[in-house]
């Protein structure tokens, strides 16, 4: 896995060279960076175990071509685990540290759909790192703030999906 983190950070680095500065006919013009609250609902399988995830996540936009921008986010997940299981002696959450790297198209004044994939690593002792993909679609207002709404699935041996709001605050 290691050898596969190695390879998204090159990768990330040969597209932030390799990017021509342009600017865009939206208000989005340029590269930005941003810090977000995010809260989801886990979907599927995963609902029987967790209740609710929240987190933190820090993303960078850069400018690709008009309106087209790349992404490359981080963060941190906690779900957690059902009363009703933690009375048993479960754990009552679990953590996970999600980075993606993805593609931004803004639609029109505002409006934009983003796919991202990349790894999820976990937090706890002995928990690997799953495959992670999240398609979204959210809105960008003036003033720098964002609200993006998404689904996430992060896949090992089972998948653990969440529908999950992220609200940011971008600084240019």
Do not use: H
Request: with cysteine; aromatic share 16%.
């Amino acid at each position: 896995m290691k050898n596969y983190l190695l390879t998204f950070a090159l990768l990330g680095a040969a597209v932030f060279s390799c990017m021509a500065q342009t600017a865009s006919k939206s208000s989005n013009q340029e590269s930005k960076f941003s810090i977000g609250v995010d809260a989801g609902l886990p979907t599927g399988n995963a609902s029987n175990v967790y209740n609710f995830a929240i987190g933190g996540s820090v993303k960078y936009e850069a400018l690709a071509s008009t309106d087209f921008f790349v992404t490359f986010s981080a963060g941190y997940e906690s779900f957690l685990v059902k009363s009703s299981l933690t009375s048993l002696g479960a754990k009552s959450s679990m953590g996970f540290v999600p980075l993606k790297a993805g593609l931004k198209y803004y639609f029109s004044e505002g409006f934009f759909g983003e796919a991202q994939v990349g790894a999820s690593i976990s937090a706890e002792s002995g928990g690997g790192t799953a495959f992670a993909f999240a398609p979204c679609i959210g809105y960008s207002f003036n003033g720098g703030f964002e609200a993006g709404i998404r689904y996430e699935d992060w896949t090992k041996s089972g998948n653990l999906g969440q529908v999950a709001l992220r609200l940011a605050y971008r600084f240019n």
